[in-house]
């Protein structure tokens, strides 16, 4: 079993800033890919972002192409989401979680089906 605890999430107004953080234990976190999703109150998860298990790989959803950084250490078992000029639509619960990349090693996933390991999510609310 994987766990995954996401930290970072709060209030800001909108242009801010936030980072969030995901830390994993539990399974060696560097043969895993990781991402970010969102979910709004009445919609569905969307794919935010997501990165390779060596980190040379990533993919952005176009709504945060731009503005939002994915990033990993993979020493520190950590995943990151910088998000810049942060907009009041991006306000949602976000989400990271895993899925298994062993011999893929450019694998970034979009789909939330392959991924095996979430965490329980942290609030991002921006105001206007």
């Known amino acids: 079993q994987m766990q995954l605890v996401e930290s970072g999430g709060g209030l800001v107004p909108a242009g801010g800033s936030l980072r969030l953080s995901c830390a994993a234990s539990?399974?060696?976190?560097?043969?895993?890919?990781a991402g970010w999703f969102r979910q709004a109150p009445g919609k569905e998860r969307e794919f935010v972002a997501a990165?390779?298990?060596?980190?040379?790989?990533?993919d952005y959803a176009n709504s945060v192409e731009g503005r939002f950084t994915i990033s990993r250490d993979n020493a520190k078992n950590t995943a990151y989401l910088q998000m810049n000029s942060l907009k009041p639509e991006d306000t949602a619960v976000y989400s990271c979680?895993?899925?298994?990349?062993?011999?893929?090693?450019?694998?970034?996933?979009?789909?939330?089906?392959?991924?095996?390991?979430w965490g329980q999510g942290t609030q991002v609310t921006v105001s206007s």
């Open positions: 539990g399974r060696t976190f560097g043969i895993y890919a």
């Open positions: 979680a895993t899925a298994a990349a062993v011999g893929r090693p450019t694998y970034t996933p979009r789909r939330g089906t392959e991924y095996g390991y």
């Open positions: 990165i390779s298990r060596t980190g040379g790989s990533t």
